[in-house]
T-cell receptor, first 113, second 113 residues
Framework: ETGVTQSPTHLIKTRGQQVTLRCSSQ?????VSWYQQALGQGPQFIFQ???????GRGNFPPRFSGLQFPNYSSELNVNALELDDSALYLC????????????FGPGTRLTVL | QQQVKQSPQSLIVQKGGISIINCAYE??????FPWYQQFPGKGPALLIA?????SEKKEGRFTISFNKSAKQFSLHIMDSQPGDSATYFC????????????FGTGTRLKVLA
């Protein structure tokens, strides 16, 4: 086990709603990245947070936003949910922003109806 | 230029056989190439990684072969075991700037007993 936890495990929402997903990084890891993994696809980089600041973003619209807290936890917020947002959302923690090794959590399966 | 193309999509191998998964990239700025293993219900876990200054790296039964001129790299699993049955993802990273991992689309490996 990586020591990275995510909650909830599964979530069902309807189109237009908002959702918050949570991640608890390994102790001492000041960097967290979030990924979207559609069914049968590889993870796609959403954004990275380093010391509570956004440190880079992939090709995702502004309705995907995040927060990182001093206690090694973080959130991914998605507003105005669309059907295509249905996916497995993964967080990965790293010791620091310059670390190549990242440790993934088990993910949150989001279904948008 | 940001894509990493992975093949095959699925692979069936007999126990004791060799599993080979291939990836190709375009962006020559990538300088770190990991392979991840993902079991159902789990997040990806780092298996082995290579940098472009070496042509091969071996860790136990797992070997990465890297061809810098062809911009290709592959994962070889020797003496494949049923416990190796999982989805494998290659990835590429540019270690300057924000660490945006680019993942391949995955290969579902099944090793028959």
């Amino acid at each position: 086990e990586t020591g990275v936890t995510q909650s909830p495990t599964h979530l069902i929402k309807t189109r237009g709603q908002q959702v918050t997903l949570r991640c608890s990084s390994q102790s001492g890891h000041n960097t967290v990245s979030w990924y979207q993994q559609a069914l049968g696809q590889g993870p796609q980089f959403i954004f990275q947070y380093y010391r509570e600041e956004e440190n880079g973003r992939g090709n995702f619209p502004p309705r995907f936003s995040g927060l990182q807290f001093p206690n090694y936890s973080s959130e991914l917020n998605v507003n105005a949910l669309e059907l295509d947002d249905s996916a497995l959302y993964l967080c990965a923690s790293s010791l620091t922003s310059g670390s190549t090794e990242q440790f993934f959590g088990p993910g949150t399966r989001l279904t948008v109806l | 230029q940001q894509q990493v193309k992975q093949s095959p999509q699925s692979l069936i191998v007999q126990k004791g056989g060799i599993s080979i998964i291939n990836c190709a990239y375009e962006n020559t700025a990538f300088d770190y190439f990991p392979w991840y293993q993902q079991f159902p219900g789990k997040g990806p876990a780092l298996l082995i990684a290579i940098r472009p200054d070496v042509s091969e790296k071996k860790e136990g039964r797992f070997t990465i072969s890297f061809n810098k001129s062809a911009k290709q790299f592959s994962l070889h699993i020797m003496d494949s075991q049923p416990g190796d049955s999982a989805t494998y993802f290659c990835a590429a990273l540019r270690t300057s700037g924000t660490y945006k991992y680019i993942f391949g689309t995955g290969t579902r490996l099944k090793v028959l007993a």
